[in-house]
């Protein structure tokens, strides 16, 4: 993974207009509208962007839900319904809204939903995982309110050899059940676990793009595949902490009309709480690009 940043094509921004993140790889990006339609050249650099960069800021956005639609198809099929849906019933949106706001309509602190407040790769848990995840912020709090990056690609280049051996052909178990009990919230329905059993997925994975391999793991996974329970999920936990130190780790503080794009494939992330949840709002508009079975 690269953490050079390629010349843009003069239908991207200037170079001033740019900013290594070097934790992670990833690139800040400003002078852009994405609210036009793109050009092919444009698209061509974007694509390029992101399979350089695996995370990707850009400021100063302001498009509408129909636009953030249309965009985030640049990056291929966008994700159904979330198996949540069965517990909060609400209506399903290409678009959907990640927010700290009740059913009545006020802002609270989150006693049930818990889960982006630990490190996850997006739908893990599913046979078939998430790709990439856009977020753009509409509603921002003044303090707090963060989503860090870790970026597993070079977790696992830092690793020593024997760990890279003795994970070499492990899988972990990826459960939508685990993970609610790992983050201490609301525990999933009989209907989830029969929608959403466990499924694995290899420890270390290859990038389909890129050829690098990666950590695949977080808060979904649970345990290694044909392992004690305890043990696996101990080494789990401790590769987590290996890919998650401060060093390795970008808080991205947002600004209203941010827009913040990542590869699930190769990064973990999560959310830190924001001071005075349950008076301040934090409302970002989600979308979510289908992936492949990870090998
Ligand atoms: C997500 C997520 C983190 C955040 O939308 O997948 O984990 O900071 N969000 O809201
Ligand atoms: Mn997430």
Redesign the pocket.
Known sequence: MSATIEPIPRTGPRPDETRSLPEIGGIEISGVDLSENLSRERKDWLMRTFRAHPVIVFRDQHLSKERQYEFTLTFGEIEGLHVNRLVDAVKYTPVHT?SNIGSDGKPSAPTRER??YYW?S?KSYHDVPSLL?M?HGVEIPSRG????FANTAMAYAALDEATKQRISGLRAVHSWERSRIQARGLLATEEQKRERPPVDHPIARTHPDTGAKVLYLGNHASHVLGWPEEEGRALLRWLEAFATQPAFVYS?R?RPGDLVLWDNRCTI????PHEDMDKER?V?H?T?VKGTVPY
């Open positions: 990640v889960g982006n996850h997006d995840t977020l309110g963060e989503t860090q991205h947002w992330h999560r959310a830190l934090r970002l989600r979510v």
